[in-house]
DNA sequence: TTGAAGAAGTGTAGCCTGCACACTATCTTT
DNA sequence: AAAGATAGTGTGCAGGCTACACTTCTTCAA
């Protein structure tokens, strides 16, 4: 046991920030994982995590530990919900305060510059056993992000600062799991008014090239409908 | 301070549940809040709620919370958000875990039944000062509600078992805040497939009595569009 | 140099949904 | 029996969503 540096009249449980963080590569959604060291669950894949700073913000002890993990900073990052089951984890009562984040696919190799620890991506639908209630919390957030499809530009966060319709096309296509019109989600894609042209022509292939494009508002999700 | 009964190797913040309940009463929607008997913000009014006990799931401790003040039991009650600014709680460290509730009209004057302490149900138009952090959680809590009523059947919480049209256009009517037009409203309530007629006719007053309906599945959000 | 390959880019017509809008029905009260 | 009050009912128009096929522009290889 701990040695005896705080003590309350009553319990506390401890509270941890977790973060499910999304991102698309090969065509498909992936979420990051990282291995535990120790035990509980030793040699099992967790969600990226950790105890929260008694002088921190719940929203900083998510970045930080996002940071830690995968490098990446200024990512889209959300509050998903708070898991509390009594028996969640073996050792002692934690609270976990969960959050997701969304992750442009460029960035996604910073991941190699980060510490020591076994972290890995992973597509949606190849998960390993997970620790904890981490698969339950995935599943949340899963939720979450289709549910933000409908309602608001959340999927341009997939994408870097520049991009092509096509290639947001293909952002859609892989999060909702099914062949979109071209020209449909190119007339909606515009009457969103939420990118603009950059002016500029990306070749790639033999093939004509494509406009580029860039969120007029960088940064910000809009809702929509 | 308080005397030490337990003790950690660093220090775990306190956990609270706190509820946002709403109710309709006399054509507004109102919210239910407490008055503190004690510092901080002796005096002022605040959401109910209270600490987390260590055996206790976290929607455990918002129903008792909601309970112990209210006397209602099985209404419709969702986590809402998780507050956790580092300086919500001159005492010490408190995240807050919010919930929102949701009360039938009919339920409301079961309150007179709770304990002493002093609470009243307020319009949401006319708070109180309140205290901590709690305006925000309001906001937040309404918005919630405002905008589930987009894609969902939540709005039917605030009806007893059974009810007429008209009275679920009232409520419908006082959480947006304007007038809907009649026929397109019982148009729309019933191409929901979500209620039915119980058979029976409601008089009150001197005019034609209504048809009564109940939800089909009783206590069920659904989720539409 | 030419043509084959491959993604980029573009318009229309039908359908369905949302919204505006006004009168008749049935009961109570006087 | 007439007045007062809420319950209950249908249509037409506009705007958005969906289905659908061909041309443009570039690269690469013959």
Redesign the pocket.
């Known amino acids: 046991m701990p040695t005896a540096h705080y003590s309350y009249a009553y319990p506390h449980p401890a509270v941890t920030a977790d973060v499910v963080s999304f991102t698309i590569r090969d065509e498909a959604l992936q979420l990051l994982l990282i291995r535990r060291g120790g035990p509980p669950f030793k040699g099992s894949w967790a969600l990226p995590g950790g105890f929260l700073d008694i002088g921190e913000d719940l929203e900083q002890c998510a970045t930080r530990e996002l940071e830690e993990e995968t490098g990446v900073r200024g990512v889209y990052l959300e509050q998903l919900y708070t898991f509390g089951a009594t028996d969640r984890d073996p050792r002692e009562r934690v609270i976990s305060v969960a959050y997701f984040a969304v992750v442009p696919a460029q960035r996604v190799q910073v991941r190699a510059a980060s510490d020591a620890t076994d972290a890995a991506w992973f597509r949606l639908d190849e998960l390993p056993e997970l620790a904890f209630d981490h698969a339950e919390i995935i599943r949340v957030a899963h939720q979450r992000l289709v549910a933000k499809l409908d309602y608001s530009t959340i999927a341009f966060q997939f994408l870097p600062e520049t991009f ?3 290639e947001l096309q293909r952002v859609y296509e892989t999060l909702v799991d099914s062949e979109i ?4 989600f ?3 894609a515009l009457a969103l008014e939420q990118i603009e042209e950059t002016g500029e ?1 990306r ?1 790639r ?7 580029v494009y860039r969120l007029t508002q960088r940064e910000r999700i809009a809702f929509i ?1």
Chains 1, 2 share one sequence.
Do not use: E, M
């Not at 033999?206 to 406009?211: D, E, L, Q, S, V």
């Open positions: 092509t319709l096509s019109d071209k020209r449909n190119r007339k909606w022509l070749r292939g033999n093939h004509r090239p494509a406009r409908k």
